[in-house]
């Protein structure tokens, strides 16, 4: 299995920027997918989750600002992020399955106050 995520980049704060996660060896349609992100000396945080049935799911840090989506033809998953805050920068991570399963490299993610 490999997921390999789309690059990070350097937004303004307000500003928006989509991550894509491209999975191989396993189908996105039917697994739970999940982005977390690690900030610096902060542990990992799950940022957006979306399970078999379409049910998603996240943290009220991100609420109502990030959307998490899945493209079964691409074999994708997807993390639009919008209304980005400076607390919002960190590594941000795609996984699958559970926590202790597979995950992608890490991409970064800055947003300037």
């Known amino acids: 299995v490999q997921l390999q995520a789309s690059r990070g980049g350097l937004v303004q704060a307000g500003g928006s920027l989509r991550l894509s996660c491209a999975a191989s060896?396993?189908?996105?349609?039917?697994?739970?997918m999940n982005w977390y992100r690690q900030a610096p000396g902060k542990q990992r945080e799950l940022v957006a989750h979306?399970?078999?049935?379409?049910?998603?799911n996240y943290p009220d840090s991100v609420k109502g600002r990030f959307t998490i989506s899945r493209d079964s033809a691409k074999n994708a998953v997807y993390l639009q992020m919008n209304s980005l805050k400076p607390e919002d920068t960190g590594l941000y991570y795609c996984?699958?399955?559970?926590?202790?399963?597979?995950w992608g490299q890490g991409t970064l993610v800055t947003v300037s106050s």
């Open positions: 979306i399970g078999s049935s379409e049910f998603t």
């Open positions: 060896g396993l189908s996105v349609r039917i697994n739970i």
């Open positions: 996984n699958a399955k559970c926590f202790n399963c597979y």
